[in-house]
């Protein structure tokens, strides 16, 4: 029997940080061991982003709107995976 495992992690790509010294923001979803990359299209501080929470720790309106966005996109791969393997 296969176990199917889903990961997702919300991840700056310091790498390609720009002039305004924002980096994109990247979620990697791991499925089975095998990983993919995926652009949410905002870009932050790498000073506001806290790995531990997966969050952006600013209080603006815009963040708590990015905040809710990240939240949607992960419930939205859990789902899809649950209908899909489950």
């Keep these: 029997m296969t176990i199917n495992q ?3 992690l919300f991840v700056l790509n ?3 940080t720009n002039k305004k010294e924002l980096s994109p923001l990247i979620y990697r979803m791991t499925f089975n061991g095998k990983r993919k ?3 949410t ?3 932050v ?3 506001e982003w806290n790995a531990k929470f997966q969050i ?3 209080k603006t309106a815009y963040v708590k709107n990015i905040n809710t966005h990240l939240d949607k996109i992960y419930r939205g ?3 899809t995976y649950s209908n899909d393997c489950g």
Excluded: M, W
């Design 6 to 8: 889903v990961k997702i």
């Design 14 to 16: 310091r790498a390609k």
């Design 37 to 39: 990359e995926f652009s």
């Design 41 to 43: 299209g905002f870009y």
């Design 45 to 47: 501080p790498e000073n």
């Design 56 to 58: 952006i720790t600013s």
């Design 77 to 79: 791969i859990l789902t």
